[in-house]
């Protein structure tokens, strides 16, 4: 009888109390609202590019860049690609950071997608550019820890698996930025990147360089380009743009992930292919021996059996970081 004279209370108190476990439920998991407040990391992706770039334009103007490429190596392979001017006035620190920017100062540590490692050794392109790589990230995190006054940034690489979803790992928030492993030119998972994703400065750019045989036809690149039937070898840093540029129903890219130097070097003196597709700008950065019948034993010297060709394309890259929300993809040109 007390339940029946009382029921408009119990509905109320049970009302109440399924608020109060939604309540409860959003803060332990996440509501999309909840997401979407002033102090959500999912905001403040915008200011976080902003920062890389102002950290980028303060590197430069100090001749801090320099010294990495020069340091490395890389001063002959790398070029500069001035989007942005090393003009320190032009392109400030956000003043109020918030969201995912807040968030990585506060907690002083930064996600950072990575790819698989390579095998260590000079056959490989990418483990050229990975300590160059790891230099500019250290540099830039130092500068923005120097200009907010935070201390070091700790970096937490993350490994993104096969089939190399970056975008996805971005967006979802499994990673902060991406490094520079994709080119402003391409595209991940079917989406154009730059539509994709918010970038930031072009951190560094690298040629892309032709190696034919030395007795081969081609005097140029428009030679090669108009061969109908050329087959090119090429590296992962390498195998979007020549598969845009190389895409004749006849024409045929191959691309080598990991040991592509030497595997497409053999391949182009045993007549395999016609031509490897390389950032490096001559042939003084290749191995002084590779394998070329297959036992990996290097007994043979590519350098007197290949030569050159200029293609006066330059691919660019520089960090990633997610978009806002899935509406900014029709902003972000």
């Known amino acids: 009888m007390f339940l029946m004279k009382n029921s408009g209370g119990l509905t109320m108190f049970r009302k109440s109390l399924v608020f109060i476990v939604a309540l409860a439920l959003s803060y332990l998991l996440g509501s999309p609202q909840l997401l979407a407040g002033p102090s959500s990391p999912t905001k403040g992706r915008k200011q976080l590019v902003s920062a890389l770039d102002a950290a980028w334009v303060r590197i430069v103007d100090s001749g801090k860049y320099r010294q990495i490429l020069n340091a490395n190596g890389a001063a002959e392979v790398l070029v500069n690609i001035v989007d942005c001017l ?3 006035d032009m392109i400030p620190f956000p003043e109020k950071p918030e969201g995912l920017l807040k968030q990585i100062l506060d907690t002083k540590k930064i996600r950072v997608g990575t790819m698989i490692d390579s095998p260590p050794g000079p056959e490989t392109t990418a483990n050229f550019f990975s300590p160059i790589t790891a230099d500019m990230l ?3 995190l130092s500068e923005i820890a120097k200009h907010y006054g935070t201390g070091p940034i700790t970096v937490t690489k993350v490994t993104i698996p096969p089939p190399f979803n970056a975008t996805s790992a971005l967006n979802k928030g499994e990673i902060d930025i991406l490094d520079q492993l994709n080119a402003l030119g391409g595209k991940s998972e079917n989406l154009r990147r730059r539509t994709s994703r918010r970038f930031t400065c072009t951190l560094s750019g690298s040629k892309q360089v032709l190696y034919v045989k030395n007795e081969a ?3 140029n690149f428009e030679d090669v380009l108009n061969d109908s039937d050329v087959k090119i070898c090429a590296g992962p840093l390498s195998t979007q743009l020549t598969n845009a540029y190389f895409n004749g129903p006849d024409q045929s890219v191959t691309t080598k992930h990991i040991f592509d130097i030497s595997l497409c070097l053999a391949e182009v003196i ?3 292919a016609d031509a490897m597709m390389s950032p490096f700008p001559d ?10 019948n297959g036992d ?3 007994d043979t010297d590519p350098h007197p059996l290949i030569r ?3 293609t006066n394309l330059v691919a660019g890259t520089p960090y990633w970081v997610a978009l806002d ?3 900014d993809c029709d902003r972000v040109k």
């Open 86 to 88: 090393p003009s320190p």
């Open 138 to 140: 250290k540099a830039v």
């Open 217 to 219: 036809p081609y005097k």
């Open 270 to 272: 045993n007549g395999k």
């Open 283 to 292: 042939e003084n950065f290749f191995p002084a021996l590779i394998d070329t």
């Open 296 to 298: 990996r034993i290097p």
């Open 308 to 310: 050159s060709i200029d």
């Open 325 to 327: 929300d899935e509406s």
